[in-house]
């Protein structure tokens, strides 16, 4: 015990010393930190010494250990001391911001949201704070999908950046703003909003790295704007100028330069989650144009820097970067005709969301979406039924529309392929009618449900209907490099022209049907395309041609029929059964052999 001629700041230090001694230590002891923490209340410390120590106290309970209801006790005491103390701002805000974290975490949101609009309330003239909890608050209100209360804070926050000086922060606040509204679809007030944030950030003069980061989330959300609506070739010039920003940042150091405007001191996103972010938009891009080869490139860079940083970040941004970049790369790999390696991959990305309920929230609908389309792939249409059904089930129409059109379009040609779900399918077909009212505003998903008009009118031996769904099918995808729709509309008009009897017109379609797959590589269409050679070369008498066709049409068939056995023997295939409740994990793993990891796969 100190005696009573000793300063009070010596025992005082003495015992913070310990504790962050204690914390630092490796690995930490953090049971002897909260001792030497809980010390100090022995000594009847001033008020400043006591709130300032419930903050720690709740701190390092929060952030090491699972005993929340104490952290939350220490870190109410350091809010509720803390605001009776005149200029003791940090501490204040810092409880305050801490604390409604703790709140949410125990789903106790309404506790977080007052108490933030407390802190929000008095923290006007501590631009930092201020801004920060405006951000909170707003993140809050986009968990709970109240995008509007969300966008009409970053709106206030966006003012309050610009009288207080920070136009770097009111580029932030109104990106934020403009990536929300994207979310609710509002692309008239979007435009106009880019367009000044766009002024903004070219205008700023400011730290390299924060303006380039500014850059990036700019390019970001038009890059995702423009893929959003299928168009995937006027997208380019934004994507490439991304491509370069992201460049630039890697050479650039992080000055440890602090800004001399507090409220400028925020980041978007770290440099290396930047980097995967351009990765995955990448990857996105070259999905939706047919460059599968390229995509599967990117997602490999993407993955192996996504392992190396959640070995030292546990940022939950990081799963759900890994969760899409493994959606988009599933697809690509059930085209190319690899359904074992994505089956696995399914499997892998139902583990990332058992382990995170949030992540599975978000990610059901896609999840049960891709297992639909494994299923299509094995010829198990009953299932890709059910699957589709549980994601339209699942999903949030209000903020998915894209993702129900998809859903929608694959399950109608469940229904055209089992060719006896009339009233359904033509139920669906109304719904995405792309003559008039087609629901949502992407090129891509309105030239792919021409084209599922075409396969139900070629299948009614309509084909004169068929060929002008199919012509505007290929009219729309090669204004925007949909690579995958022109090759399929090109094998069926060509499959169309050989039923009526037209082989030469057939031959002009199949050709480039096949180089394009070729190209893409597009194993179904492949397949389709040398079945169709055959026959053509055969009629036309080309017998060396026809044999040859024959030849790779019979490549194609071994090829498809090994992977088809190899998915279909794995434990996951059963997977396929599964349409409700939490993402199965472990039943479906291998009883013998090495399970199959990430690096294997790649």
């Not at 701190?59 to 003791?88: D, G, M």
């Not at 977080?112 to 930092?128: D, F």
């Not at 992540?359 to 589709?388: K, P, R």
């Not at 019979?554 to 993402?583: M, R, V, Y």
Request: overall charge neutral; hydrophobic content about 40%.
């Amino acid at each position: 015990m100190a005696t009573s001629g000793e300063a009070p700041e010596s025992w005082y230090l003495a015992l913070l010393g310990f504790a962050e001694h204690f914390r630092t230590s490796s690995p930490p002891k953090i049971r002897l930190c909260v001792h030497c923490l809980q010390a100090v209340f022995q000594f009847k410390p001033p008020q400043r010494v006591e709130a300032r120590t419930h903050l720690q106290l709740g701190s390092v309970l929060y952030h090491h250990t699972k005993n929340t209801e104490l952290a939350r006790s220490h870190l109410e005491k350091a809010w509720f001391i803390s605001q009776q103390i005149p200029q003791f701002e940090d501490v204040k805000f810092e409880a305050a911001s801490l604390l409604s974290e703790l709140y949410c975490q125990q789903i106790l949101v309404d506790s977080a949201k007052p108490l933030l609009r407390k802190a929000i309330q008095i923290s006007q003239q501590t631009p930092y704070w201020h801004c920060r909890l405006l951000f909170q608050l707003a993140q809050l209100h986009t968990l709970e999908k109240d995008l509007v209360s969300a966008c009409d804070l970053l709106g206030v926050g966006a003012e309050y950046a610009r009288v207080v000086g920070s136009e770097y922060t009111r580029a932030l606040f109104l990106l934020s703003k403009g990536m929300l509204l994207l979310m609710e679809r509002k692309l008239g007030e979007v435009h106009p909003l880019l367009t000044l944030c766009g002024t903004i950030v070219e205008n700023w003069q400011g730290n390299p790295i924060q303006k380039e980061s500014l850059r990036v989330f700019f390019l970001v959300l038009q890059v995702t704007h423009y893929l959003d609506a299928g168009q995937v070739k006027s997208v380019k010039p934004c994507l490439k100028q991304l491509q370069q920003c992201i460049q630039t940042i890697s050479t650039l150091h992080d000055d440890e330069i602090l800004p001399s405007n507090p409220a400028d001191l925020f980041h978007w996103l770290p440099k290396e989650h930047m980097c995967v972010l351009v990765y995955l938009v990448t990857v996105m891009h070259s999905m939706q144009a047919g460059y599968l080869e390229k995509a599967q490139k990117y997602t490999d860079k993407a993955l192996m820097q996504l392992e190396k940083l959640k070995m030292l970040d546990s940022s939950p941004i990081l799963s759900t970067f890994q969760v899409i970049l493994l959606e988009h790369i599933i697809m690509c790999r059930l085209v190319t005709g690899h359904k074992a390696t994505a089956l696995q991959e399914i499997s892998q990305v139902c583990q990332l969301c058992a382990q995170s309920p949030r992540l599975f929230t978000n990610h059901a609908s896609q999840l049960h979406t891709m297992l639909g389309l494994y299923c299509i792939s094995v010829n198990c249409m009953d299932n890709a039924e059910a699957q589709f059904t549980a994601a339209l089930r699942v999903s949030d129409l209000t903020t998915h529309q894209e993702l129900w059109a998809f859903i929608v379009t694959n399950l109608a040609s469940v229904y055209i392929r089992e060719g006896n779900r009339h009233q359904e399918l033509y139920s669906l077909l109304e719904r995405i009618n792309p003559d008039h009212n087609f629901p949502v505003s992407s090129h891509c998903l309105r030239a792919a449900a021409f084209y599922i008009r075409g396969l139900l009118s070629f299948f009614q031996g309509r084909y004169n209907e068929a060929k002008r769904f199919l012509r505007e099918t290929l009219k729309m995808s090669n204004a925007e490099d949909l690579n995958r729709l022109t090759a399929c509309s090109l094998v069926l008009l060509g499959h169309i022209f050989y039923v009526l009897g037209n082989h030469r017109e057939s031959n002009n379609m199949v050709v480039p049907a096949m180089q394009l797959a070729s190209k893409i590589p597009d194993m179904s269409v492949q397949l389709w395309s040398s079945a169709l050679l055959k026959d053509l070369n055969k009629a036309c008498g080309n017998t060396i041609d026809a044999h040859e066709a024959a030849q790779m049409h019979q490549n194609f068939s071994q090829q498809l029929l090994q992977d088809h056995i190899a998915a279909c023997s794995l434990p996951e295939h059963n997977l396929i059964s599964w349409t409700d409740g939490p993402p199965p994990v472990g039943q479906f793993q291998a009883q013998n052999g090495p399970t199959t990891s990430l690096a294997s796969l790649l």
